[in-house]
């Protein structure tokens, strides 16, 4: 199994330029999410997924668009980049199992916004 | 955001010798993660504790849970220049459904 795999390692957007990062997941776990971590501030959550069809904001969601019509695939739309979205972009694929999600993560896109 | 705060901020240990990092959350929880951060690479799921435990072990690593003081502590044993990674606490709190909140991590350094 591949786990969660993300698209692409590295990207460099102009300010306005429009782009989506892939997650994909051969778990079949029904959770999804994706996270920014930036330098002190940790990971923080931007958009998440409970299944096919559902998705809902998470701590950081301005920018930032999602869709969910597979198990397998949620993609992170950035619609107008901003320099302020640089940062490095973790998608995770979890499940919860006596009331505990254990989450599952990609290895990354790291993204700079000139 | 209620994050936790994890403490110190970078530990560097010879190997052989035990790290301690400690983990700090604001409100009550239903169970606390610890998850290994390798350099350019994802998070790995290392160990849980939830709120009705108060210690567990699991190989080299012993992680401690107090409610009262809302606050958990890792300890990495015997540790080795493998260990050298960034390791961050996630809590689940309370009404919170299963959500993770993740701190922002300790740097631990193990130099041979």
């Known amino acids: 199994n591949a786990g969660v795999t993300q698209t692409p390692k590295f990207q460099v957007l102009k300010t306005g330029q429009s782009m989506t990062l892939q997650c994909a997941q051969d778990?079949?776990?029904?959770?999804m999410s994706w996270y920014r971590q930036d330098p002190g501030m940790g990971l923080r959550l931007i958009h998440y997924?409970?299944?096919?069809?559902?998705?809902d904001q998470g701590e950081v969601p301005n920018g930032y668009n999602v869709s969910r019509s597979t198990t397998e695939d949620f993609p992170l739309r950035l619609l107008s980049a901003a320099p302020s979205q640089t940062s490095v972009y973790f998608c995770?694929?979890?499940?919860?199992?006596?009331?505990?999600?254990?989450?599952?993560f990609g290895s990354g896109t790291q993204l700079s916004v000139l | 955001s209620q994050q936790g705060e994890e403490d110190p901020q970078a530990l560097s240990i010879q190997e052989g010798e035990n790290a301690t990092m400690n983990c700090s959350y604001k409100t009550s929880i239903n169970n606390l993660q610890w998850y290994r951060q390798n350099s350019g690479r994802g998070l790995v799921h290392l160990i849980l504790?939830?709120?009705?435990?108060r210690e567990k072990h699991s190989g080299r690593l012993r992680v401690t849970l107090d409610t009262s003081k809302k606050s958990s502590s890792l300890l990495i044993t015997a540790s080795r220049a493998a260990d050298t990674a960034s390791y961050f606490c996630?809590?689940?709190?309370?009404?919170?459904?299963?959500?993770?909140?993740f701190g922002t991590g300790t740097q631990l350094k193990v130099e041979l």
């Open positions: 997924s409970v299944g096919a069809g559902i998705t």
């Open positions: 778990m079949n776990h029904e959770y």
């Open positions: 504790i939830r709120s009705n435990e």
């Open positions: 996630a809590t689940a709190f309370t009404g919170g459904g299963n959500k993770l909140t």
């Open positions: 995770a694929s979890s499940y919860v199992q006596g009331g505990v999600e254990k989450l599952f």
